[in-house]
């Protein structure tokens, strides 16, 4: 009877032992699992980031690109205003001193 005990207590002991090692290994392969899925999500995270940052830097340049283009034009207008006021701001003075004179005379 104390031969079959310790049989039993005997396989008990493997029984936990291979449990312990199951678990072990179970636990190995989830650490290893994890360890690569953050390798790689680092490395597309950081390929997100130059993608984004080409992105950003694309948009920039077009903006400033149309920006310039919007400034051009709007300094020509200006200009052309300008120019116009001008002429206009002369002729009325001209106007003026025609009409002077020929109050005078």
Do not use: G, P
Request: aromatic share 6%; hydrophobic share 30%; no cysteine.
């Amino acid at each position: 009877m104390e031969e079959i005990f310790n049989k039993i207590i005997e396989i008990d002991k493997k029984a936990k032992q291979i449990v312990a090692t199951e678990k072990d290994k179970k636990q190995n392969i989830e650490d290893y699992i994890e360890s690569e899925f953050n390798t790689k999500k680092v490395i597309l995270d950081m390929e997100f980031k130059d993608q984004i940052q080409l992105q950003k830097r694309k948009y920039e340049e077009m903006f400033q690109k149309k920006k310039q283009e919007i400034d051009e034009k709007l300094k020509n207008e200006i200009e052309e205003t300008e120019t116009i006021y001008k002429e206009r701001e002369d002729k009325i003075i001209k106007n003026i001193i025609s009409s002077i004179k020929n109050e005078e005379d």
